[in-house]
């Protein structure tokens, strides 16, 4: 596959650099992390080889593998750079069951029991009477073999049968592999023939070629590689459900108008459709306008943002529609709420839900304004994060904005990456940006948060800048010193006009603040 | 139809947005229905915007002041309806206002968490949520400090009282909302409450202990259902970590605040009375180190009271059955509270430590008599034809004693007096006495055993000799030689023996004997101690035949007879040339002793003189046919034994241990070359502890004696400071 080998060719070079975010968004494309380069390299021996430590962490969090047993995990562990990674990859090294969680999955089986907001929907039951609580949207996004059974069941039936060949097991593992538990190393050799004929029977078609596989092997190491392999696929393959899960959410979206109330006949029609929705939200078309669209959500899902997730634990009015069966699960009969958007943009609330649906975060420059102000406004920390990369990557976004917007986007959501971004696009090209009136407000702005924050005596954009005229000409403060020494030698070096290009683009700034009567 | 209203403000970065004041009257109508319980009717979605709004807007610190402040009116008028109208339970109030506050302020927060993230956070203040906790720790909890903290107590008390109105669930509560509430930098518990829980306490058993009138015996049982209920009272409504505390201080109260009258009057009661589970319950109740201590010191103290109330019994006529009838009843005793002590002890050592250091202390006391009584009894133990397992556990007793004897050289030199004794006449199973050297030398190490095993060896050595003299000599008589090292045995040298004419029998032998011990060892002078030996002598009686064993000398006189009728006590000593001394012993035993009166006496008086003359009694009998004839003690031996009746240690063993001392302090210094008096001493002490107590009398007239002598020298300018001189 392409893409992928090129997003893995990207994440190599991020990992060299030491940059978490770019990491974190391209692992979330799901690239293998445990493949390698054409040299034979693995992301987390670059990693701690060049001592990035933050990103040597979040590799193995996210199951990089470094056993060292094998020859892989022996070369991360003689080629890191300190000894703080080296005993960062020797504690992760005793895990056998290897957790690949990637954002999405860690929050899905953090679900399965999870009870905060109540909102399981459905029982399912073996023959012998075992029950466990479940989600239907994550059955009819999962399984085709419950999803048909789900589709033709009505809101007032709260529970669903196994077959009746299902053993005891078979409860624990299916709900574990739908919410992504690691359920692999739980499997023992006595139940897995059981366990891969109903998994045939459900659909669930890599478990069962797991437990073909493993049933062949012997030895613990390869046992767990193939673990290791398998939980990464039943990530990848669950991400895929959810992303066309989250496609069908996008598409059941009902346009209605809101100037006479939503009525309650869309709201049911929708409730009954194929995605269950448990909430309802609803994004403005515009901003005040009275048309917008209702998409068929899932509060489970939404929780993974602050802002929903306090908003379903709290008791405000959005809470008080829901009910309890006696069985303890969630009263599907009732009216659920309708919860607006904070954006009005269709676009927009689509990109976060597929984040939150199933972690998408490559987002397109265009949306990435809005996507930034919606996700600070729902107190999605990560997607903000995974914006301001979006937008530090994209060379499109200047052609259509000005630096300067960037800089308020930075400043308005505190976003430190975006500053450093600004002043280093400003540093590369400072004869333009000095001629700019809107360079002049910003340095003003930049020197009137300085009396509020009362940190230090100068002005963080100039000092970035400064320090990114450095960078772009490669030099260090003592090498200006130095030289001063030879520039009675005539010899003309590289550094030497290095040096003097930078120092005219140093003074245009001084230049440019003297003009301004500013002190730093 | 019923339709669904959407109430969102129309999204974000609204540009038609309301004033800050229009803002703040939302928020500050939602917050007093929050307060009211009217939460249900409030809008997540309207109210979180309108404080995302105005934190964007940069208004975040004044909507932060204003919140504090509509806390603190809101607190003010709850504690005027709350606390002022209401004539109820103060600590009931408290708690429902508590209650209400935490649910109010727990979804006031969850409306403004925008603004607790994004300003609260950048600007370092508080989040809201505990801003309003501190509001509450001023305004409500701090006004009614007094009386919350004074009716908690009260409660308490009538819980520890057995009241069954005690609320304890609402004490839970007060003490769950103190540990949240924060106050300076800890809890307000722990920096406001709990020091006036503790004083409650501590008074409460104070006033216990005052009224105190039980009996002393019954304490231990007393503190243990105190505690118990205390604990019980606790669990109810205190957490793990605060009921440790509290157990520790009503311990603390009850014991060790209490110490004297625990150790003085519980202790001692306990031990006199043989209460000893009740002594065991009283150590594992006495927690604290320094208590335990004190009550092992109690029983140590106690059992040497009792140890010492154990006088020899001097009335016994024997002065060997006072010595076993003490020394038995003092092991007995000492079994005793071995057993009882370690049974409380919770490791094994310390109790031995406890037993040991009260019978240090009861030996030391009358300590000569002590090594006496000791060693007489280990002499009658060796001298008993008692099983020798049995004789073996006694024996082992025994030595336990030994080894806290302090003035082992005083038992030496009365063990090895009789030690000698019962080896030359073969009184005890040589096994035994061995067993028992080696059993001394483990516990105080070699030098103390060195005599004894040169005993042993010499009568090895003279087994042989004799088996080999009598393969090679033609011997008309059982005789045996025992050839001593004279430095090993307690004896003195004897000087005259050549001149004594022995009976020709005998001085055949004599011959024959050293002509052999010359052919093996050539090179020795043998000297022969007659007053150690003995002889068997069968003579028949008027009435009956007799062996009697007597002392050589004994029967040197009375084998005169054989040639002679009648002898006077001159004669004896011309013919045999026997010292006048032991002659006139001997006669004594014989003529005088009335079990073995084998010659007859003229005049019959009781002293010997000169003229006295002396015949066979041939009308002598006696039940069995051996007869042992001992010698009797003349007047001034007798004399000597009796004035070491005293306490002190004899002359003889002072001026030993002076050697001991000056040989020790010699060897020390020429080891260190220099050092200071103390040090000197100390090291000195250590080395002969394992025979004698040093005592600084001792210690100090040994080094100047040195210095005379120069040994070592003072220091010039430190005269406490000593050189040794090669």
């Known amino acids: 596959m392409r893409s992928t080998d090129q997003n893995f060719k990207e994440l190599c070079y991020w990992c060299r650099i030491g940059d978490v975010e770019n990491v974190d968004r391209l692992i979330s494309t799901g690239v293998n992390l445990n493949d390698n380069d054409e040299f034979n390299n693995s992301p987390l021996f670059l990693a701690s080889l060049c001592g990035h430590e933050d990103l040597v962490t979040l590799l193995l969090k996210r199951g990089a593998i470094c056993d060292r047993d094998r020859h892989e995990g022996a070369r991360c562990i003689y080629g890191a750079l300190t000894d703080s990674i080296r005993n960062i990859l020797l504690k992760y090294d005793i895990s056998k069951a290897v957790d690949l969680k990637q954002p999405f999955a860690a ?168 995605t269950m929705p448990d909430v309802f939200l609803f994004v403005r078309k515009r901003e005040s306008s009275e048309e917008g669209f209702i998409y068929p959500c899932h509060r489970s899902i939404l929780t993974r943002s602050e802002y929903f997730k306090v908003m379903f634990a709290s008791s405000f009015d959005e809470t008080t529609l829901y009910r309890q069966t006696q069985e303890g699960i969630l009263d599907r009969t009732v009216n659920f709420p309708v919860v607006s958007f904070p954006i009005c943009d269709c676009q927009t609330a689509e990109l976060i839900l597929s984040y939150l649906y199933y972690d998408r975060t490559d ?136 040096i003097f290009t930078y120092k005219s683009d140093f003074q245009r700034l001084e230049n440019l603040l003297q003009d301004m009567n500013v002190n730093v | 139809m019923f339709k669904i209203q959407i109430r969102s403000p129309g999204g974000l970065g609204d540009k038609r947005a309301p004033s800050f004041g ?86 006031i927060s969850d409306i403004t968490m925008y603004l607790d993230k994004v300003y609260c956070k950048e600007n370092r203040r508080q989040l809201i949520y505990d801003m309003g906790l501190e509001k509450f720790r001023d305004i409500i909890l701090k006004a009614s400090k007094g009386e919350v903290h004074s009716q908690m107590g009260k409660e308490i008390n009538n819980a520890r009282l057995g009241s069954e109105t005690v609320d304890f669930q609402a004490l839970k509560s007060l003490i769950a909302m103190m540990e949240t509430l924060t106050d300076i930098s800890d809890t307000y518990y722990l920096t406001e409450f709990e020091p006036s829980l503790l004083q409650d306490t501590r008074d409460f058993y104070r006033n216990f202990i005052t009224n105190y009138t039980g009996e002393a015996i019954s304490y231990p049982k007393e503190v243990q259902v105190l505690l118990d209920k205390e604990r019980e009272v606790d669990a109810k409504f205190l957490n793990q970590d605060i009921m440790i505390k509290l157990s520790t201080v009503v311990e603390g109260i009850l014991i060790s605040d209490n110490i004297q009258f625990v150790t003085e009057q519980v202790v001692s009661e306990l031990l006199r009375k043989d209460l000893h589970s009740d002594l065991r319950l009283m150590f594992s109740l006495s927690r604290a180190p320094q208590d335990k201590k004190r009550l092992w010191k109690q029983c140590s103290q106690y059992i040497s009271g009792e140890g010492m109330s ?235 035949y007799h062996i009697i064993t007597m002392p050589i000398y004994a029967a040197i006189i009375f084998m005169l007879f054989e040639n002679h009728e009648e002898l006077t006590t001159q004669d004896m000593s011309d ?42 009694n041939h009308s002598f009998s006696s039940p069995t046919t051996k007869v042992k004839v001992l010698a009797v003690l003349s007047k001034s031996e007798s004399e000597t034994q009796a004035t070491s009746n005293n306490d002190s240690p004899t002359a003889e063993i002072l001026g030993e241990r002076r050697q001991c001392v000056e040989a020790a302090i010699v060897r020390v210094l020429k080891r260190n070359q220099k050092l200071y008096s103390d040090q000197l001493f100390e090291k000195v002490r250590e080395s002969v502890t394992s025979r004698f107590q040093l005592d600084p009398g001792t210690f100090h007239k040994s080094v100047d004696r040195l210095v005379e002598r120069e040994y070592m020298q003072r220091d010039p300018d430190d005269s406490s400071f000593y050189h040794y001189l090669p």
């Open chain 1, 107 to 274: 929050h899905l089986s953090s679900q399965l029991n999870d009870r905060g907001i109540k909102s399981h929907d459905l029982i399912l039951q073996d023959r012998a009477g075992q029950k466990v609580k479940l989600h239907r949207f994550l059955l009819l996004a999962r399984s085709s073999h419950f999803a048909s059974q789900l589709q033709s069941m009505g809101d007032d039936h709260i529970a669903l049968d196994l077959p009746e060949d299902v053993p005891p097991v078979g409860l624990d593992v299916i709900s574990k592999y739908l919410y992504l538990v690691p359920l692999l190393h739980g499997i023992s050799r006595k139940d897995s023939l059981a366990v891969g004929r109903f998994c045939k029977l459900l659909g669930f078609d890599g478990l069962a070629e797991f437990l073909e596989k493993a049933s062949d092997l012997q030895d613990q190491v390869e046992i767990s590689k193939l673990m290791t392999e398998f939980q990464h696929r039943f990530t990848e393959e669950a991400r895929k459900q959810m992303q066309e899960f989250a496609a069908t959410v996008v598409r059941e979206k009902r346009l209605v108008s809101v100037t006479n109330g939503i009525p309650l006949d869309v709201l049911h029609s929708m409730k009954v459709g194929p």
């Open chain 1, 363 to 498: 987002i397109p420059w265009q949306s990435a304004i809005n996507v930034l102000r919606a996700s600070d406004a729902l107190l999605i920390d990560r997607l903000k994060t995974m914006t301001a990369v979006a937008i530090t990557q994209s060379s499109e976004f200047l052609e259509m904005h000005t630096v300067f917007d960037v800089l308020d986007v930075a400043w308005e959501f505190r976003l430190e990456r975006l500053e450093h971004h600004v002043a280093k696009t400003i540093a590369d090209n400072i004869p333009f940006y000095v001629t700019q009136p809107s360079m002049r407000e910003a340095i003003l702005r930049s020197s009137s948060m300085l009396q509020t924050r009362e940190e230090t005596d100068t002005i963080e954009l100039v000092d970035d800048i400064r320090y990114y005229l450095l960078k772009k000409y490669n030099i260090d403060v003592e090498d200006l010193d130095e030289i001063n020494w030879d520039e009675n030698d005539g010899e003309e070096s590289i550094t030497r006009k290095d």
């Open chain 2, 22 to 107: 229009d803002s703040w009257e939302v928020l500050k109508n939602a917050m007093w229905m929050i307060y009211d319980g009217r939460v249900s009717e409030l809008s997540f979605e309207v109210l979180f915007n309108v404080v995302y709004t105005l934190t964007l807007r940069k208004q975040g610190a004044e909507l932060y002041e204003k919140i504090g402040r509509f806390f603190e009116e809101k607190l003010h008028e709850l504690k005027i309806s709350a606390f002022e109208t209401s004539s109820t339970n103060v600590l009931s109030t408290l708690l429902q206002v508590w209650d209400k506050h935490c649910e109010s302020l727990r979804l």
């Open chain 2, 310 to 544: 154990i006088t020899g019994d001097l009335t016994l006529k024997k002065r060997t059955q006072a010595a076993v009838k003490w020394t038995s009843e003092l092991i007995d005793m000492k079994k005793k509270y071995e057993l009882v002590l370690r049974d409380i002890a919770d490791d094994d050592s310390i109790d031995i430590k406890a037993v040991n250091e009260a019978f240090a202390v009861i030996l030391s006391h009358n300590g000569k008599r002590n090594a006496d009584f000791l060693a007489t009894y280990l002499d009658s133990l060796l001298r008993s034809s008692a099983a020798e397992d049995l004789t073996k556990l006694q024996m082992e007793e025994a030595i336990a004693m030994f080894k806290l004897l302090r003035d082992k050289d005083v038992f030496e030199k009365l063990y090895l007096q009789q030690l000698s004794k019962r080896l030359l006449q073969q009184r005890s199973p040589i096994k035994l006495e061995k067993h028992l050297v080696n059993r001394m030398k483990e516990e105080v190490g070699g030098s103390f055993t060195l005599k004894p095993e040169g005993m042993f060896r010499d009568i090895s050595v003279s087994q042989v000799n004799n088996t080999r003299f009598h393969q090679s000599y033609q011997v008309p008589y059982a005789y045996d030689m025992s050839v001593l090292t004279w430095t090993c045995w307690p004896f003195q040298q004897t000087s005259n023996e050549k001149q004594i004419i022995l009976p020709a029998a005998l001085e055949g032998l004599k011959l024959d004997y050293e002509n052999y011990y010359m052919k093996t060892y050539s090179g020795r002078v043998l000297t022969w101690a007659y007053h150690l030996g003995s002889l068997d002598i069968g003579f028949q009686f008027k009435k009956s």
């Open chain 2, 575 to 616: 013919l045999t040339n026997i010292p006048e001394n032991e002659l006139i012993r001997n006669l004594l035993t014989l003529a005088i002793a009335p079990k073995t009166r084998l010659l007859k006496k003229q005049p019959m008086s009781k002293k010997v003189l000169p003229s006295d003359k002396f015949r066979i």
